[in-house]
Nanobody
Framework: QVQLVESGGALVKPGGSLRVSCTASGFTFTSYSMSWVRQAPGKGLEWVAAATMTGGSTFYSDSVKGRFSISRDNAKSTLYLQMNGLQPDDTALYYC?????????WGQGTQVTVSS
């Protein structure tokens, strides 16, 4: 069955960097675009970034553009989100999704907390 397992979440100080990962299984990874969304405490879901099937095109929300970078290693069926210049507003549960506009599967999320 389809599984998406996020990892790498941590407590980071403001200005710090972190890379979270999402390992996929149960489907042909290269046949799907992939995306990241996040949910901050007490707030709604926010779309963060997406990558096309090859990773050749990437897309970002205005709130993370220039700071975050999405990438994928298709040989490892793994999606990444490199986060630089982290701020307290980036504190959230980060989810990876299969697909983007029509995402159909989600992982369980990995917690990123930005605090001094």
């Amino acid at each position: 069955q389809v599984q998406l397992v996020e990892s790498g979440g941590a407590l980071v100080k403001p200005g710090g960097s972190l890379r979270v990962s999402c390992t996929a299984s149960g489907f042909t990874f290269t046949s799907y675009s992939m995306s990241w969304v996040r949910q901050a405490p007490g707030k709604g879901l926010e779309w963060v970034a997406a990558a096309t099937m090859t990773g050749g095109s990437t897309f970002y929300s205005d709130s993370v553009k220039g700071r975050f970078s999405i990438s994928r290693d298709n040989a490892k069926s793994t999606l990444y989100l490199q986060m630089n210049g982290l701020q307290p507003d980036d504190t959230a549960l980060y989810y990876c999704r299969r697909g983007n506009r029509a995402a159909d599967y989600w992982g369980q999320g990995t917690q990123v907390t930005v605090s001094s």
